[in-house]
């Protein structure tokens, strides 16, 4: 049982450069989340899905898009990437949009120059 | 005012004691609370979760939940090394979308 993972787990980006990370859980959770976690900042809710086939932005969506591609899956977007999107970047997933617990997975360490 | 507050720390116990971590929160409609520990570099992990007010135990950890004074706390007994780690309180005041983090303490447990 994997939980939830993402991919990758680094990368560098230079300023303009578009690339997607990939979320997937085995854990037939309905919702899926990604949060951006920079230092002082806490963990930032960027877009959510609360169910299949539903996206919805969060605190700081400018500059990313999702897709939820099917139940199992959830992706980030950064068409154009930017210097102040380096962070580390975590998908998370949990049975459903209520107080149910999140699972998160391992993170994306991004940097932009 | 940032709407979930943690001390920063470092918070250094030594091995045994008891690790007492705190949180105060904005929002008076929020609903359930979390607390996450986090090892470096690693993603965060749910180690309690509190949804009234009192004391919550679950082996060597009790929450504690006071909505009056809006404030939840992390107990942590017969403190380990292995403790030592980023403890992030999250607050839900509707919906996992709305669930807010705080920038968390970390913890140092001294052998």
């Known amino acids: 049982n994997a939980g939830v993972t993402q991919t990758p787990k680094f990368q560098v980006l230079k300023t303009g450069q578009s690339m997607t990370l990939q979320c997937a859980q085995d854990m037939n959770h309905n919702s899926m989340y990604w949060y951006r976690q920079d230092p002082g900042m806490g963990l930032r809710l960027i877009y959510y899905s609360a ?5 919805d932005k969060g605190e700081v969506p400018n500059g990313y898009n999702v897709s939820r591609l099917n139940k199992r ?7 154009s990437a930017a210097p102040s999107q380096t962070s580390v970047y975590f998908c998370a997933s949990a049975m459903d949009n209520l107080n149910t617990e ?7 360490r991004l940097t932009v120059v | 005012q940032k709407e979930v507050e943690q001390n920063s ?16 929160y904005s929002d008076r409609v929020s609903q359930s609370f ?4 986090q090892y470096s570099g690693k993603s ?3 180690i309690m979760s509190i949804y009234s007010n009192g004391d919550k135990e679950d082996g060597r950890f009790t929450a504690q939940l006071n909505k009056a004074s809006q404030y939840v706390s992390l ?37």
């Open chain 2, 9 to 24: 720390g470092p918070l250094s116990v030594p091995e045994g004691a008891i690790a007492s971590l705190n949180c105060t």
């Open chain 1, 51 to 55: 169910s299949e086939g539903t996206t």
């Open chain 2, 44 to 46: 965060p992990e749910l």
């Open chain 1, 73 to 79: 899956e959830f992706s980030l977007r950064l068409e």
């Open chain 2, 75 to 111: 107990l942590i007994r017969d403190s380990q090394p292995s403790d030592s780690a980023t403890y992030l309180c999250a607050v839900n005041s509707g919906g996992y979308q709305k669930v807010t983090f705080g920038t968390g303490t970390k913890l140092q447990v001294i052998p």
């Open chain 1, 102 to 108: 999140a699972f998160f997975g391992q993170g994306t």
């Open chain 2, 34 to 37: 979390f607390w996450y520990r």
